[in-house]
């Protein structure tokens, strides 16, 4: 069989996508910056193309001397005959001979999974969409890293070596982590005065094969320490760490947690199979040299499945593991380690950090920290949330004194306050209660409807402003969708239950997404995008219409799903 000699100087690499993704294109080109100003990597696409050149054989000279032929997926390059027919077919005749490497990045949702883009391997991290992340840098980031990995590798490759075929390829992946707080990390300590971060890092170091559960009450910095953990391992598991998040991702199970560690460790192949199968080759690919897999959120799983996982990490993975959740998991095979509120240390450096940031820090000047803290019982996310509330307020020594006399713990008294603000207002609390059904984002006019403000987006849109101004509610990039993010939805979600109105908003919820997914049940490209953009929002419309005992909404969303040939995709998954 034919091969390629490893690349001589910079990779070459041709960039196939279509025009309506160019936007997507550049900020992806610019991503990859580093790589060309390292001399490492040669970018081509046909917007190079000078007047007059003969653009058909300008594309086909570059495909066919190419050494990286990067893929940027879409509904629109499915559509695009040229892209989808030409292009792509002639990249996968070249990788079949070893003459070229093929790099996917889904950028859009799209049924990329029934095409031959299902046998390749693909980016970002996950398989997930660029535009589904909440950070779009941080998306074309991920893909940029995991094109570099490629890079590297063919530029290493020994000559006469040919580049391994798609099906057997394991590109691995670059793993995303959440972000550093915005004030940095806080190092936190135990009961005994131990650093955990250094706990943790000595306890999941490599071969060391430990499951470890960190757990505490929600918004004490359990997900903050563990990226934190991630992070500074990273180097000792270079491309064998995998984060896996079940925040508001209701169906979770250890399937669920095989595909995305498969995923993440270049293995996509591995997901379509039936989970009986599937295990033993997650098991084996971990096996196969040192990882680290963290599970954020644990305590969203279902109790079964949450018993699935932990055997799964505890006696079958031979990999060190690490789970975020609320409770201890009483389990002998895991070691559990508490997380509590923050020393009084620790509370005053985060405190001191935040008033740093403050619009308006004169308004601290007069307060008693300690007391402040002892307010917030030391909560490092409730700390953030009376900053605010203080930040914005007219007298700031009344924010103190109202929650003195509030009812629950921290987490609910503040956010009580900030729920019942005059500026919050009906309509902000409205919006609020609504977007708690949403899983994990909305549309504004989504939640507009729902909320009860019919089409008037104006009216949406101060109501959010005040939500926003209190750090109750946020936007994902490019202020396209909004959503709640763990503590702060599980209380919304909460006062939702107590809510004199709470039917109202569940069943606009629902009918908003039977009338959505019914528009777009035509098995279309376009329509199964549509709906497996809001794949998550129309199955959580379909559980609320099941709790109403509302069979019609249940069976009519369904059908929708069946014609549009998505059900069945579900249910293998």
């Known amino acids: 069989m034919p091969t390629k000699s490893p690349?001589?100087?910079?990779?070459?690499?041709?960039?196939?996508?279509?025009?309506?993704?160019?936007?997507?294109?550049?900020?992806?080109?610019r991503q990859l910056s580093p790589l060309r100003r390292e001399g490492k990597i040669k970018s081509w696409f046909?917007?190079?193309?000078?007047?007059?050149?003969?653009?058909?054989?300008?594309?086909?000279?570059?495909?066919?001397?190419?050494?990286?032929?990067?893929?940027?997926?879409?509904?629109?390059?499915?559509?695009?005959?040229?892209?989808?027919?030409?292009?792509?077919?002639?990249?996968?005749?070249?990788?079949?001979?070893g003459a070229a490497?093929?790099?996917?990045?889904?950028?859009?949702?799209?049924?990329?999974?029934?095409?031959?883009?299902?046998?390749?391997?693909?980016?970002?991290?996950?398989?997930?969409?660029?535009?589904?992340?909440?950070d779009l840098d941080e998306a074309l980031l991920n893909a940029a890293q995991g094109i570099g990995a490629v890079v590297d590798e063919l530029l290493t490759q020994p000559v006469g070596k040919p580049a391994p075929a798609a099906a057997t390829t394991s590109v691995l992946l670059p793993v995303s982590l959440p972000r550093p707080p915005v004030v940095g990390f806080v190092a936190r300590r135990?009961?005994?005065?131990?650093?955990?971060?250094?706990?943790?890092?000595?306890?999941?170091?490599?071969?060391?094969?430990?499951?470890?559960?960190?757990?505490?009450?929600?918004?004490?910095?359990?997900?903050?320490?563990?990226?934190?953990?991630?992070?500074?391992?990273?180097?000792q598991f270079p491309q064998r760490l995998a984060w896996v998040s079940a925040l508001a991702r209701a169906d979770f199970t250890l399937a669920t947690l095989l595909d995305d560690v498969a995923a993440q460790l270049g293995r996509t192949d591995l997901r379509p199979l039936k989970l009986e199968d599937k295990e033993p080759q997650v098991a084996a690919l971990l096996a196969e040299a040192p990882a680290l897999v963290v599970l954020d959120n644990f305590e969203t799983v279902a109790a079964d499945e949450q018993a699935r996982c932990l055997d799964f990490l505890a006696t079958r993975a031979a990999c060190s593991a690490l789970v975020t959740t609320r409770d201890d998991t009483k389990r002998g095979d895991v070691r559990n380690i508490a997380l509590a509120a923050m020393s009084r240390d620790e509370a005053q450096e985060f405190l001191r950090r935040l008033i740093g940031q403050a619009g308006h820090p004169q308004n601290f000047a007069a307060l008693d920290m300690d007391a402040l803290i002892a307010q917030c019982e030391a909560n490092p996310l409730?700390?953030?949330?009376?900053?605010?509330?203080?930040?914005?307020?007219?007298?700031?020594?009344?924010?103190?004194?109202?929650?003195?006399?509030?009812?629950?713990?921290?987490?609910?008294?503040?956010?009580?306050?900030?729920?019942?603000?005059?500026?919050?207002?009906?309509?902000?609390?409205?919006?609020?209660?609504?977007?708690?059904?949403?899983?994990?984002?909305?549309?504004?006019?989504?939640?507009?409807?729902?909320?009860?403000?019919?089409?008037?987006l104006q009216r949406l849109e101060r109501a959010i402003e005040h939500l926003s101004a209190l750090w109750l509610v946020e936007t994902t990039p490019g202020n396209e969708r909004l959503l709640l993010r763990g503590l702060t939805r599980q209380l919304a979600q909460a006062r939702l239950s107590q809510d004199a109105h709470a039917a109202d908003y569940r069943r606009r919820f629902v009918a908003h997404f039977l009338r959505y997914a019914?528009?777009?049940?035509?098995?279309?490209?376009?329509?199964?995008?549509?709906?497996?953009?809001?794949?998550?929002?129309?199955?959580?419309?379909?559980?609320?219409?099941?709790?109403?005992?509302?069979?019609?909404s249940v069976m009519r969303i369904a059908y929708a799903l069946i014609e549009n040939s998505l059900l069945p995709a579900i249910a293998a998954g």
């Open 382 to 456: 409730v700390l953030q949330w009376v900053v605010k509330q203080i930040d914005l307020a007219h007298q700031p020594q009344t924010v103190l004194a109202e929650l003195a006399q509030g009812k629950g713990d921290a987490a609910e008294r503040v956010f009580t306050r900030s729920f019942n603000l005059p500026q919050v207002g009906d309509d902000g609390r409205a919006a609020l209660l609504a977007l708690s059904l949403f899983v994990p984002s909305a549309t504004r006019t989504a939640l507009a409807e729902v909320a009860g403000f019919d089409n008037d």
């Open 7 to 29: 690349p001589v100087g910079a990779v070459e690499i041709f960039c196939s996508y279509a025009h309506l993704d160019e936007e997507l294109r550049d900020k992806l080109d």
């Open 518 to 552: 019914e528009a777009h049940a035509q098995p279309t490209p376009e329509d199964y995008d549509a709906l497996e953009a809001e794949l998550d929002n129309i199955l959580s419309a379909a559980e609320t219409a099941f709790a109403q005992a509302n069979w019609t």
């Open 101 to 134: 490497r093929i790099v996917c990045v889904i950028l859009r949702p799209c049924n990329w999974q029934r095409t031959q883009f299902a046998d390749l391997q693909v980016l970002p991290v996950g398989a997930q969409p660029v535009t589904r992340w909440d």
């Open 190 to 235: 135990d009961t005994e005065g131990n650093d955990i971060l250094a706990r943790l890092k000595t306890e999941l170091a490599p071969e060391s094969n430990q499951l470890i559960a960190l757990w505490g009450p929600g918004g004490t910095g359990k997900t903050t320490l563990a990226a934190q953990v991630a992070r500074e391992l990273r180097p």
């Open 46 to 97: 046909d917007r190079m193309i000078k007047a007059g050149e003969d653009w058909r054989g300008k594309i086909d000279e570059h495909l066919n001397s190419a050494d990286i032929i990067l893929l940027l997926i879409s509904s629109d390059f499915i559509h695009s005959d040229y892209c989808y027919d030409i292009e792509m077919a002639r990249a996968l005749e070249r990788q079949r001979k």
